[in-house]
């Protein structure tokens, strides 16, 4: 029986939306930074099949975000190996040369031996592996007045120049804004407030304006190798997805 939005409380909005593979996150191993390095509502994939929301306020969002250029990176299940995926930010580094960001992991080879694989990738590799659809040409801020406009006719209460909070929103909205700031956005925490980038992403989603969210999503991840002690493990499903 489906669910019905009204009945859902935030707890069970969540698990409606997302879960973790058995596999995702095992203990803590060696790892440079410090304090909380990731978390379980980060980068984790939306259950978007029509069977959830079946009559229900989101069932349109669910076919949209389905069918969005998003949704590969929304709705893709790679499991999530907390070693291969530590391995990785250990040795992450940004070569200012070619542009890509350069790690090394442990696979098996032929034999079943675990050796190092050097492993490199750019903007470009990011964008054909989740499928995002977008170009280097596309532009990776939108007009600040669009995107308010926007807010307005998604039935956004707050104040126009305060912050963005998914409780702000019509349901249908908030629904969307969730599935995108849990799947897409770098954080590790803060999940009801919608930054400027993820409200960008879902203005062009709306308004079928182009958006360079490949490399939005490539800068957090420079970024994220330049934090030093607090570092974490960010994207830990698009890492698997790229190596």
């Known amino acids: 029986m489906a ?130 659809g977008d170009t280097d040409k596309d532009p990776t801020i939108m007009p600040e007045c669009l995107a308010k406009r926007m807010w307005c006719r998604m039935g956004f209460t707050g104040h126009i120049n305060g912050k963005m909070t998914k409780t702000s929103f019509f349901n249908a909205y908030k629904f969307m804004m969730h599935c995108v700031v849990h799947s897409l956005s770098h954080r590790k925490g803060a999940y009801d407030e919608t930054s400027d980038y993820i409200m960008n992403s879902i203005t062009s989603l709306v308004l079928n304006r182009c958006y360079n969210i490949s490399q939005v999503i490539f800068e957090h991840m420079k970024e994220n190798i330049k934090a030093g002690s607090d570092k974490y493990i960010m994207y830990p499903r698009f890492i698997m997805m790229m190596c």
């Open 3 to 132: 669910i019905s939005f009204k009945e859902l409380t935030s707890q069970s909005f969540s698990y409606l939306l997302y879960e973790l593979s058995d596999n995702s996150f095992g203990k803590k191993s060696d790892w440079v930074g410090k304090g909380k390095d990731w978390d379980k509502g980060h980068n984790v994939y939306c259950l978007l099949d029509a069977t959830n929301t079946e009559t229900t306020v989101v069932e349109e969002i669910f076919k949209f975000l389905r069918e969005s250029r998003i949704g590969k990176a929304l709705t893709d299940k790679t499991i999530v190996y907390n070693s291969h995926v530590r391995r990785f930010w250990n040795s992450a580094r940004y070569d200012e040369e070619d542009k890509m960001l350069h790690s090394a992991v442990r696979k098996k080879d032929e034999n079943g031996q675990d050796v190092n694989l050097e492993i490199k990738f750019g903007v470009e590799d990011l964008r054909r592996v989740l499928e995002l």
